[in-house]
């Protein structure tokens, strides 16, 4: 099937949308992620029953999908399985933009029925050129219009990253936990079964969007790995694009075909692709957030020598290490710097040789910030990563803690170099958490332990020298 950007636009940014087929017994819950819709929604119901409570609301309600009396652009369908077809024929007569399916039953059940009804829909949406989204899935998220699959997701103020998953689950996972770790999100699909528009097309839709910079995924199956692989080079050169690929194990693959239909794929084959096209692949959702965080907050960056501050001597060693196993070199640092570190800062209690403790200087914010800049100007280091750890920080005071983050989030402005930080919190995660929101709002990325830093920095690190090789060929 062939689609332009302005069709999938009108699905993505509905003007009007209708309902069709929620109740009480799911406290009308379609209907209530469209209250906060920047359009019009209509409800299509034919239970009596029903009907009073969705008037209640102030939403119109309509038997059918054809007697709205305006152009729909999205529809969501929630009714059984057996009545699918026919709303699908009501809205082929209408000429709607596209149909939601978040009704399942169909191939991932895996039974002749479920199989039958499933190609039944395909075939009348290739016919008619109408735009399937699903079925299985909980369709679309913009917050930008209003649009949620979720009473929880939050809206009115839009990011730059795109999701696209088959997991309805995960689509709702990576909005949820966004905000704590500094993303917005432009747009989202879950597409579950994805019998029309797939993996391949949602990503060549948000690879044209302006509003999207970075792209995650989260994919099952695919039904043209050539066509999608094609269209993955193509936008992995403009925009990062983060991969999580399921069911690569023989469990997982089992999994994936009762969730929704996906059949197997080599582990060794994906990765080679995945590093042929320029994608970041990642293996869990905490990697996900991470190297968002990383493309959104950490400048873009080739080198791999590390400027490593901690705070104490044994954090230095497991900051080393961490680091040093994804690759990365922590070089001795140059003469220069450490005639200023000695000229300028006491050694009783602190080490200067890479990676740094400097335990004594932790409350002192100018001491802090001089020691960074003398570290970011070394000629043999490529990035600085700062640990700040808040058992060592003590409790101080809210202004001292908004002084220290104005301060490195200076520091990262002036830095022509990466920066970022990781916020060890002990006992005290649950004001971590809190601290973690103030550095993300300052555009500092920070992470919660070495290892989830070093990873994610490493991935960056492999996109930007893997787009300078693809410049250089």
């Known amino acids: 099937m062939k689609w332009t950007q302005q069709e999938l636009d009108r699905l993505f940014n509905p003007k009007v949308v ?21 359009g019009k929604v209509y409800s299509v119901q034919i239970d009596e029953k029903e009907i009073p409570g969705i008037e209640a609301m102030g939403i119109p309600n309509y038997k059918s999908l054809v007697e709205i009396p305006e152009p729909v652009d999205y529809v969501i369908v929630t009714v059984p399985r057996a009545v699918a077809p026919r709303v699908l024929e009501d809205a082929i007569r209408k000429g709607v933009g596209g149909v939601m399916f978040f009704t399942s039953g169909f191939a991932e059940t895996e039974t002749e029925e479920g199989v039958r009804l499933q190609n039944v829909l395909k075939r009348m949406a290739e016919e008619a050129n109408l735009k ?19 009473q929880d997701q939050y809206y009115g103020e839009a990011g730059n990253v795109g999701v ?16 704590v770790h500094g993303i917005r999100i432009s747009k989202s699909v879950s597409f579950g079964n994805g019998i029309v528009l797939d993996a391949a097309d949602y990503l060549e839709y948000l690879g044209r969007d302006q509003d999207t910079e970075i792209i995650v995924m989260y994919v099952e199956g695919l039904h043209d790995g050539r066509r999608f692989f094609n269209i993955l080079r193509e936008v992995a050169v403009r925009k990062p694009v983060v991969v999580w690929k399921g069911g690569l194990t023989p469990e997982g693959s089992r999994a994936a075909f009762s969730h929704t239909a996906s059949l197997a794929t080599s582990p060794v084959l994906w990765d080679s692709l995945m590093s042929q096209c320029g994608a970041t692949k990642v293996d869990t959702l905490d990697d996900i957030l991470d190297t968002v965080t990383a493309f959104l907050h950490i400048k873009p960056s080739t080198g791999r020598r590390m400027g490593l501050v901690a705070t104490t001597g044994g954090r230095s060693v497991s900051m080393a290490d961490a680091f040093a196993k994804e690759g990365f070199g922590i070089p001795a640092l140059a003469e220069s710097s450490y005639q200023e570190y000695s000229s300028s ?7 200067f040789r890479n990676p740094l403790d400097i335990t004594p200087y932790l409350r002192d914010q100018e001491m802090v910030r001089r020691i960074l800049e003398i570290l970011g100007a070394d000629k043999n280091v490529d990035a600085v990563a700062y640990e700040l750890n808040l058992g060592f920080l003590g409790r101080r005071q809210e202004s001292f803690l908004d002084n220290l983050v104005k301060s490195l989030s200076d520091y990262r402005e002036t830095l022509p170099k990466p920066f970022f930080a990781i916020l060890t919190a002990g006992v ?24 989830r830093a070093s990873a994610a920095f490493r991935r960056i690190v492999e996109y930007y020298a893997n787009l300078a090789e693809m410049d250089s060929a």
């Not at 958490?433 to 920070?446: E, H, P, S, T």
Request: aromatic share 8%; proline share 2%; with cysteine.
């Open 164 to 179: 696209i998953s088959q997991s309805g689950n995960l689509a709702s996972q990576v909005a949820a936990l966004s905000s």
């Open 428 to 451: 005290r995660e649950k004001e971590a958490v809190d601290v973690r929101q103030l550095l993300f709002k300052n555009g500092i990325a920070v992470y919660s332990n070495f290892q």
């Open 345 to 351: 800062f006491s050694s009783i209690g602190a080490s």
């Open 132 to 150: 399937i989204v699903g079925p299985n899935c909980m369709g679309i998220f913009n917050p930008k219009v209003g649009l949620r699959h979720s």
């Open 18 to 38: 209708a309902v069709v087929g929620d109740k009480k017994d799911r406290d009308y819950n379609w209907l209530r992620c469209c209250s906060s819709l920047q």
